[in-house]
């Protein structure tokens, strides 16, 4: 299952590829002809970063509090 | 059900700011003019070069020209050539009309307009400079521009020149401060109600959102810090409006610091509310009303007109409420989870 998963995230790229330039060429000019659009990116990036971070925090807590339950037990 | 229904409207309006707020097109604009300086009496031949237009679809209705004094002065473009949807050239011809009295240099407004992408300009374009050596040719400065749409036909969010692309930072930098503002709130009117009843619980959820807050805050210090290299020019540039928000969250620090280095629960839940009561409202006239006393380069401080005066448009409020909504349903759900850690927390410590 992983495997399959992993091989097809690595062929992600190549389909893209194989579907000629024009869809390259429309990405490409989707992030750089018109200006800034990868601040917008970064900014998204940088947000789910931060509320994934106290998420992984919060699950850490939770984590060691059900260890402290199954030891009492 | 009925009990996630916050939760499902959070999601749904993410979602809505995600999706529309990266795909919807800005409105047609022009990025760039060659040449940038003409002299008079000739013709040139004029680039202009578009974003997010329809040239080519719209080519019957397409209208290319000049303009000064508030369009009292008007060259019409001849020969326009579209090269492709981004891109066309039209002659115009530069007669002294468009010079006012002794006027040596003028600066003339460029706008393309047509059925699809309304009219769209770039203001001050062309310098057209004086040639004082031939100086008696008239020929009429005025031509004939019939406008139907002023607007674009399709749903988008309007070009700005600094912003570009960058303008959709909307829904995700300013709901940052939103959703802090609102959590932070919630935070200091639960301080209140400690203090009133002196219950536990109350001081778990000013703790929890002054946390949550916290974490809000840094996420749209950081984001306000990489749009403002974009767009000001530097990642931190000492300006009013940063720096108060960079002293709130270190006051919101100070108060984390304020409870942990107090070890007697009631004691701790005690000091900490009054502080949490006094920072808020410290900070709120920091970052709202300090920086509005003086110039600022963020949009609405200073002279500086805010978002909702000519960026705002009602395009962009339709998605922009949805997003404030969202990022502060999230925020109250992150809340929500670290209270219930807490109190399991302090059930377990205590049985």
């Not at chain 2, 002054?210 to 306000?224: D, E, M, N, Q």
């Not at chain 2, 998605?319 to 502060?328: C, H, S, V």
Request: charged share 15%; hydrophobic share 45%.
């Amino acid at each position: 299952m992983k495997k399959t998963l992993l091989t097809i995230l690595m062929l992600l790229p190549l389909a893209t590829f194989a579907q000629g330039n024009d869809v390259a060429d429309k990405f490409g000019n989707f992030l750089r002809e018109s200006g800034k659009l990868y601040v917008v990116f970064a900014v998204i990036i940088t947000i789910f970063a931060g509320i994934i971070a106290m998420l992984i925090r919060q699950e850490m807590k939770l984590s060691r509090l059900e260890k402290k339950i199954t030891n009492k037990n | 059900m009925r009990k996630y229904w916050w939760k499902i409207l959070s999601i749904i309006c993410l979602g809505v700011a995600l999706t529309a707020g990266v795909l919807t097109p800005l409105s047609p604009g022009i990025s760039n003019i060659t040449p940038e300086s003409v002299t008079s009496d000739s013709t040139y031949t004029i680039n202009f070069y578009c974003q997010n237009a329809h040239l080519l679809s719209n080519q019957n209705s397409l209208q290319c020209f000049l303009s000064a004094d508030s369009g009292k002065t008007m060259l019409c473009g001849k020969n326009i050539l579209v090269k492709s949807d981004h891109q066309l050239t039209a002659n115009f011809y530069f007669n002294h009309n468009i010079f006012s009295g002794n006027t040596k240099i003028k600066y003339l407004d460029a706008a393309i307009n047509n059925d699809m992408d309304g009219t769209f300009a770039e203001f001050s374009a062309i310098k057209a400079v004086r040639d004082t050596t031939k100086n008696d040719v008239l020929a009429p400065a005025k031509c004939g521009v019939v406008i139907k749409n002023t607007d674009p036909q399709f749903f988008s969010f309007p070009y700005r020149d600094i912003l570009i692309e960058s303008i959709r930072n909307l829904y995700f930098h300013v709901p940052m401060w939103f959703a802090m503002i609102i959590i932070l709130l919630v935070s200091a009117i639960y301080s209140i109600r400690y203090l009133y009843t002196f219950k536990i619980d109350n001081d778990i959820v000013a703790s929890e959102c002054a946390k949550v807050g916290l974490l809000f805050g840094l996420c749209g210090i950081t984001t306000g810090s990489m749009w403002a290299k974009t767009t000001w020019g530097a990642y931190w540039n000492n300006d009013p409006k940063e720096s108060a928000a960079a002293v709130g969250l270190l006051m919101y620090f100070g108060y984390l610091v304020l409870r942990s280095s107090i070890a007697d629960h009631d004691k701790r839940a005690r000091v900490a509310a009054v502080t949490n009561i006094f920072f808020y409202a410290i900070f709120i006239p920091l970052i709202f009303v300090l920086p509005r006393l003086t110039d600022s380069l963020h949009p609405g401080n200073g002279g500086n007109p805010g978002f909702n005066s000519y960026d705002l448009d009602n395009h962009m409020r339709v998605i922009f409420y949805p997003a404030i909504i969202g990022w502060t349903l999230l925020g109250v759900w992150l809340v929500s989870i670290r209270y219930r850690i807490r109190k399991l927390q302090n059930k377990i410590e205590s049985a």
